[in-house]
Nanobody
Framework: QVQLVESGGGSAQTGESLTLSCAPSGYTASITYMAWFRQAPGKEREGVAALFYGGDSTYYADSVKGRFTISRDYFKKTVDLQMDSLMPDDTAMYYC????????????????????WGQGTQVTVSS
């Protein structure tokens, strides 16, 4: 199990950018995938982007493809989510997640595939 701490949330206007960071600690050696999820009020939590922790493979929800970029910063030891061209529909609580299991392609953005979660950081985008 690992502990995950998110940072970088805040407010932005349509078209602006924000970067979220997730710092894992604990037994990180067994992490296979890390991901960012979001949950807006009254909606289910949805996967936004995922990253193979040991390599370069990344996965994105269609709603953010081309606007968001997930990456691993080896110097800061974080997994970051660069969010560009933000829209009001991106407003949500954003959660970092990690799994230590093999994950099929279809489930890499599924809540059920992840067992470690951060506390979340709020992102609010105004028009």
């Amino acid at each position: 199990q690992v502990q995950l701490v998110e940072s970088g949330g805040g407010s932005a206007q349509t078209g602006e950018s924000l970067t979220l960071s997730c710092a894992p600690s604990g037994y990180t050696a067994s992490i296979t995938y890390m991901a960012w999820f979001r949950q807006a009020p009254g909606k289910e939590r949805e996967g936004v982007a995922a990253l193979f922790y040991g390599g370069d493979s990344t996965y994105y929800a269609d709603s953010v493809k081309g606007r968001f970029t997930i990456s691993r910063d080896y110097f800061k030891k974080t997994v970051d989510l660069q969010m560009d061209s933000l829209m009001p529909d991106d407003t949500a609580m954003y959660y970092c997640a990690a799994t230590h299991r093999s994950t099929s392609y279809e489930s890499r953005l599924s809540v059920s595939a992840y067992n470690d979660w951060g506390q979340g950081t709020q992102v609010t985008v105004s028009s």
